[in-house]
């Protein structure tokens, strides 16, 4: 698969769709695969950490998620194909597990969130099977982490969604993906779910399509803005490189 290095991050350069089909095959051919979405701010933060970097390299399917991103592989004129945002993609995957017959499970965010958004989902894709929905604030290791990995165990669900912000997400996918047999495609999805139960909301089309979906959220959430300072860290760090 044809990859595209960004200050010491494979990118896989593929369009969403091509990202979708993938996921696919994998699920077909019974093959375990994780998937990262990192934006800007992680992987500014992967620039400045072997730890996070080597976490990142071990991505089955490393996916663009944001402008910060691609404007990056443009400034190395190594431009990718396009940005695959992680709720988009995960979006993308419910159509294909209800139309597949895959069953999903949600693991992430505030108590509630999770069974808002399958319910939610439910709605829109009558044929999806949600196996399972837990919310994210649990230890993440010992014997509370054992029982999260026996309920989506016994739930039989092949997709999981993992969403419990970066890096915890990736950090907890790396450690437990081969506890978990049934499951075969892992997604690290961010505030995904708060977005499926529709506690928060997207950015508006205008945003997006000006790449300024950061600023929408920056006006929604202010509190992101030391996280967010990554961001022009991130974009002048390539201009450096
Ligand atoms: N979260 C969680 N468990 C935790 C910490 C956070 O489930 O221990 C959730 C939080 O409720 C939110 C998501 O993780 O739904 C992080 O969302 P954010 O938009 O910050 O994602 P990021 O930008 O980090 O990908």
Do not use: H
Not at 156 to 163: E, H, P, R, T, Y
């Amino acid at each position: 698969m044809p990859k595209i290095t960004i200050r010491g991050i494979d990118f896989d350069n593929v369009t969403m769709d091509e990202a979708v089909l993938l996921a696919k095959q994998a699920l077909k051919e019974n093959q375990r695969t994780a998937v990262f979405t990192p934006n800007a701010e992680i992987a500014q933060l992967a620039a400045e950490s072997t730890e996070i970097r080597d976490l990142l390299s071990r991505a089955d399917l490393l996916l663009p998620d944001g402008a910060g991103i691609v404007l990056a592989s443009e400034i190395l004129k190594t431009p990718l194909k396009e940005k695959v945002a992680g709720v988009d993609f995960g979006e993308r995957i419910l159509a294909l597990a209800a139309q597949d017959g895959y069953s999903v499970f949600f693991l992430g965010g505030k108590p509630g969130i999770a069974e808002l958004a399958a319910q939610k989902k439910i709605l829109t894709y009558p044929t999806l099977s949600v196996a399972g929905a837990k919310d994210g604030y649990f230890k993440k290791e010992g014997i509370e982490n054992d029982a999260i990995l026996r309920e989506i165990n016994e739930s039989g669900a092949q997709i999981l969604f993992v969403c419990l912000g970066a890096p915890a997400q990736e950090r907890w996918i790396d450690e437990n993906k081969d506890r978990l047999p049934s499951v075969k495609l892992l997604l690290g999805l961010g505030g995904s779910l708060d977005v499926y139960a529709g506690a928060v909301r997207r950015a508006p089309e205008f945003f997006i399509r000006a790449r300024l979906e950061w600023l929408y959220r920056l006006l929604k959430e202010p509190r992101r803005i030391g996280r967010m300072m990554k961001l022009p860290k991130y974009i002048l760090g390539t201009y450096r490189e």
